[in-house]
Every structure is written in structure tokens, then in C-alpha cells.
């Protein structure tokens, strides 16, 4: 079963903190993203990537980087952690053409 | 600047009553129609891509159709397991991969 793993289901951080939240795929895919999800915000893209050591910005990158040294993993980086930050993050993947399939999700919460 | 509005933002069904709900959209140039239902703290699961206007597609209860302007997900005899959040996404044409999602739709199906 081709899996997208988000390697933390729930994280509890303190404000200041670097935060790192990663994404592993098992299906060769190219391409690789990062979107948080709020209520009534519906989902936001923070970064993708469409290849390796390549990364866009998204809607929302602002206190947020990203990482991508190997195509199998896309990591997503809180340089500094906020309150404002505290949200479900979201990372996909696609083949070229196709639409994604999703990890499980991280619940981050920023105190 | 593409959009994405899915209606009602809330529905609440008997077991075994039909209904549809609603995406309309907005994009340049569309390649691509997605549907995924997303369970509570989970990660969305990918249900349909529609490609042209006058496509459908089905899966057990459910059937998505396109038209330029927008896709009607139906629900046929739904069950208490269909409750989920259903969400919409479209892609753009050339060379674009990110889906721009719509806030989705919570669906309640009461026994």
C-alpha cells in the first residue's frame, strides 16, 4: 500500500522553538507539498517542491522554510514558533498530472 | 486568482435520504477536478478526478459530475459511514501541479 508518513501524529512546542515536521513517500513521486489546515480557512498551501534541492512558495510561506535533499522526503520547517502557527499541517504527494495522496496529518500546537 | 466554493458549508441527511452537494469554480484553464473525503483528524483521501465537462465518475454511493462551471458530488441511499467532510480542489492547466482547494462541506448522516 503506497504510503505518505508524516512522521508525528500530535507536537506540542513552546513559542521561539525551530520546528521540524517531516514527510516521507514511498511512491517515487516528483512532487511534494506542504499545506496547514484551519477551520473556516479551509487548506493553505505553505511550499511545494517538484524536485529535489527545488522549492516555490506557496499562499502562505511566511515563517516557514523548507527542505529537500532526497525526493523521498520533504520536510517543513517553523523557524521560530508563534501561537499563530499552531494548526494541522498537511503534506502530499503527486505524480506529475495526478492528484495527491495525503499524510495522516500533524497536530502542532504552540504554547 | 482561482477559486473554489463548495455548498452547503453544512448537511445533515437521514440515513437513506439523497442528496448533492456542490463546487463551483473558477480557474484559467482547468486541468483537472479533484474530490476527497476527509474523516476527523485525518488526512484527505482521494475519491475522483474529472477531467471534462460531461465526465462522471462512481464509487459505491457516491457519483461526481463536471460541468465548465461546476461539480455536483451525489450521494445515493447514504450511510452513517458516509459522514465526512468532502472537499474540492481544482488544477490548472500548463504545467501547474497544486490543487487550490475549496473549504468543503461537512456531512452528517444520522442513523
Known amino acids: 500500500d503506497v504510503k505518505v508518513t508524516q512522521s508525528s501524529r500530535y507536537l506540542v512546542k513552546r513559542t521561539g522553538e525551530k520546528v521540524f515536521l517531516e514527510c516521507v513517500q514511498d511512491?517515487?513521486?516528483?512532487?511534494m507539498f506542504w499545506y496547514r489546515q484551519d477551520p473556516g480557512l479551509g487548506l493553505r498551501l505553505i511550499y511545494f517542491s517538484y524536485d529535489v534541492k527545488m522549492k516555490e512558495k506557496g499562499d502562505i510561506p511566511e515563517g516557514y522554510s523548507v527542505s529537500r535533499e532526497k525526493k523521498e522526503r520533504f520536510s517543513l520547517i517553523l523557524e521560530s514558533a508563534s501561537t499563530n502557527q499552531t494548526s494541522m499541517y498537511l503534506c502530499a504527494s503527486s505524480q506529475t498530472n495526478y492528484g495527491y495522496t495525503f499524510g495522516s496529518g500533524t497536530r502542532l500546537t504552540v504554547v | 486568482e482561482d477559486q473554489v466554493t463548495q455548498s452547503p458549508e453544512a448537511l445533515r441527511l437521514q440515513e437513506g435520504e439523497s442528496s448533492s452537494l456542490n463546487c463551483s469554480y473558477t480557474v484559467s484553464g482547468l486541468r483537472g477536478l479533484f474530490w476527497y473525503r476527509q474523516d476527523p483528524g485525518k488526512g484527505p483521501e482521494f475519491l475522483f478526478t474529472?477531467?471534462?465537462a460531461g465526465e462522471e465518475k462512481e464509487k459505491e454511493r457516491l457519483k461526481a459530475t463536471l460541468t465548465k462551471k461546476e461539480s455536483f458530488l451525489h450521494i445515493t441511499a447514504p450511510k452513517p459511514e458516509d459522514s465526512a467532510t468532502y472537499l474540492c480542489?481544482?488544477?490548472?492547466?500548463?504545467?501547474?501541479?497544486?490543487?487550490?482547494f475549496g473549504q468543503g462541506t461537512r456531512l452528517t448522516i444520522n442513523p
Open positions: 480542489a481544482v488544477q490548472e492547466g500548463q504545467g501547474a501541479q497544486k490543487l487550490v
Open positions: 511512491m517515487d513521486h516528483e512532487n
Open positions: 474529472l477531467y471534462s
